[in-house]
């Protein structure tokens, strides 16, 4: 089995669906969610069903839900 590697968040990128996912290892419906809940900042221009993800944006969301060290569930 081949390990996956971790490619890096550049914050002034901007990256599709499809791209965001792959890099935070989720699946496009979980990207979905995370976008309807506005854990996720998106831009979509007027009239188009594109959406541009900034890797200012994901990196935001995770420092956001960052879990700090002996606050795991047991």
Do not use: C
């Not at 590697?5 to 669906?17: F, G, H, M, W």
């Not at 890099?23 to 998106?42: A, D, F």
């Amino acid at each position: 089995m081949s390990q996956k590697t971790k490619l890096p968040i550049y914050e002034n990128a901007v990256y599709s669906r499809e791209e965001a996912a792959q890099l935070l290892g989720v699946s496009l419906s979980t990207l979905k969610r995370l976008i309807e809940s506005g854990q996720l900042v998106v831009s979509q221009p007027a009239g188009m069903r594109r959406v541009f993800i900034k890797g200012s944006s994901i990196l935001r969301m995770l420092d956001a839900t960052t879990v700090e060290t002996g606050q795991h569930a047991r």
